[in-house]
Nanobody
Framework: QVRLVESGGGLVQPGGSLKLSCAPS????????MAWYRQAPGKQRELVAR???????NYADSVKARFTISRDNAKNTVYLQMNSLKPEDTAVYYC?????????WGQGTQVTVSS
């Protein structure tokens, strides 16, 4: 069964940057949308950013102007460039792909912003 695999998480100081990557473990039908979600301890999972196959994007207000989502359609890969990170960005970040055959999720990657 195909799943998504995230990478790039870690510990970073406030004001720092990280880039997350997400790719399928095998062949996956083309995704109409790919997205990043995050879940902080004790909070609900929330949408961080989403990108369509045509490149249209939308972002949560809390990350606008700091995060950039991009994708490689040929590889069904999605990226999240995170700049000016804040402690409140600390969470497990999950990758999602929405296809005609259903939704796929990754196992999550931890991002911790702390001095």
């Amino acid at each position: 069964q195909v799943r998504l695999v995230e990478s790039g998480g870690g510990l970073v100081q406030p004001g720092g940057s990280l880039k997350l990557s997400c790719a399928p473990s095998g062949t996956m039908f083309g995704a109409a949308y790919m997205a990043w979600y995050r879940q902080a301890p004790g909070k609900q999972r929330e949408l961080v950013a989403r990108i369509s196959s045509a490149g249209s994007t939308n972002y949560a207000d809390s990350v606008k102007a700091r995060f950039t989502i991009s994708r490689d359609n040929a590889k069904n890969t999605v990226y999240l460039q995170m700049n000016s990170l804040k402690p409140e960005d600390t969470a497990v970040y999950y990758c999602n792909a929405h296809t005609l055959l259903g939704d796929y999720w990754g196992q999550g990657t931890q991002v911790t912003v702390s001095s």
